[in-house]
């Protein structure tokens, strides 16, 4: 019968002590900091990373080049093909300048370039297009010095496409981006920034 008391008072006293709720005390203060653990070893050294790609996903002002092209229909037209959708982003916040190289001289667009010891040219415009992963430079021929209906077919040593952020654009207003060498210069692009047109 004890037994059976013992076990009866058990109970009584643990729903007696679940049910008392009083006022909690506040939380004392924070212990001293322990001594510091000592520190594994260093794990092994990871693999190189990958090193991207060189042009537009860089975020900067590049450079598309065409190297030696014959006009075809008196113009031409270059690009870069499978950009990113990164790409597209920083194509369509940009400001693109183009310049053909003839003659040993650079000559910017829209404008003239000429030939044969400048005394042939062809006026150009240009217009530049972003669509489906690809970008399209169209270099076009206006007018021409020869006597013809049809633009004549030139021989270009080069021709480039300057993409350069709006932000660095506006941030030189007053630079002539007619001048090829100023540009670059002023952009801080070297030859290592070029890429061949696709």
């Known amino acids: 019968m004890l037994k059976n008391l013992t076990i009866v008072a058990f109970f009584s006293l643990a729903i007696f002590f679940a049910g008392c ?45 065409t190297g030696p092209v014959k006009s075809e229909s008196g113009g031409f037209v270059f690009g870069k093909l499978l950009l990113t959708p990164a790409d597209s982003v920083v194509l369509a916040n940009s400001v693109i300048q183009v310049y053909v190289t003839a003659n040993n001289r650079v000559w910017g667009m829209p404008g003239k370039a000429y030939w044969n010891g400048l005394s042939t040219f062809t006026d150009f415009s240009f217009y530049s297009r972003y669509l489906n992963t690809r970008l399209y430079v169209a270099l076009i021929p206006e007018r021409w010095s020869e006597d013809q209906a049809t633009p004549p077919e030139r021989d270009f040593q080069d021709i480039r496409a300057v993409i350069i952020p709006v932000t660095k654009y506006k941030a030189r207003l007053n630079l002539d981006y ?21």
């Open 21 to 65: 709720k009083g006022d909690q005390g506040d939380v004392g203060p924070a212990g001293a900091a322990g001594p510091a653990g000592v520190n594994g070893t260093p794990g092994a050294q990871g693999p190189k990373g990958d090193t991207g790609t060189k042009g537009l996903d860089g975020i900067g002002a590049m450079v598309i080049s």
């Open 178 to 198: 007619s001048n090829y060498e100023e540009t670059m210069k002023s952009l801080g692009l070297t030859e290592a920034d070029v890429i061949h047109a696709d």
